[in-house]
């Protein structure tokens, strides 16, 4: 599994636009990119899936795919990331094999990331460390569980309203990635914002 450190790139999609935006998220220094689109277009879906898988192929960038292990299987994608009401660990590795990347959304709940390494998450993600206008209703985490869940072993993943100005006390605090998704791709300069928070890790 390569290793996960930096900045983790979110898709907000659908947009026209994608294949450009997650280039220059990568040309910024994102070290991995997760495609995420909740609308029911399969083709399109499937398609756009297939296009990033390329392109972060050529970066040398996993590409991970967001709830759907079909999808991340039909694309090749390098792995699929999983929520409270996806599939468990176990299906997933299954269907995508030993070398896939299966990373498991913890939210607030450090018994939960123990779970899943447990059972054999490659990594855990945990937030929302600020409020976000993805999920403005998710519960908020504390810089704490990342400080708690070292221990377990595995890359840490933060995701929440995160913006180059707050991701350092998340990173200090023991994330090996920050995961960003508004203030990355709603940016005018998604190159230049990237490169912020690629500049964050040492």
Do not use: W
Not at 38 to 63: F, I, M, N, S, Y
Not at 109 to 130: M, P, T
Not at 173 to 182: E, F
């Amino acid at each position: 599994m390569p290793k996960l450190r930096g900045l983790y790139a979110v898709t907000n999609g659908p947009r026209d636009d994608l294949r450009q935006a997650v280039a220059a998220a990568l040309n910024g220094g994102a070290r991995v990119i997760q495609y995420r689109d909740k609308t029911t277009d399969q083709a399109r879906r499937r398609t756009e899936a297939t296009a990033l898988a390329g392109l972060c192929r050529d970066h040398a960038v996993p590409l991970i795919i967001n709830d759907d292990i079909e999808l991340a299987c039909a694309c090749r994608a390098a792995g699929v990331h999983l929520g409270a009401d996806d599939a468990d660990i176990a299906s997933a590795r299954i269907r995508l094999g030993q070398q896939a990347i299966i990373g498991v959304s913890c939210y607030d709940s450090l018994d939960r990331a123990r779970s899943a390494v447990k059972h054999g998450a490659d990594y855990v993600a945990f937030g929302a460390f600020h409020s976000s206008s993805t999920k403005p209703l998710a519960q908020r985490a504390s810089p704490e569980i990342l400080r708690a869940a070292k221990a377990l072993g595995v890359p840490m993943v933060a995701i929440g309203g995160i913006t180059p100005d707050n991701a350092a006390a998340l990173i200090d605090a023991g994330a090996d990635c920050v995961a960003v998704i508004s203030s990355l791709f709603d940016a005018e300069d998604i190159e230049a914002v990237a490169r912020k928070f690629s500049q964050l890790f040492p």
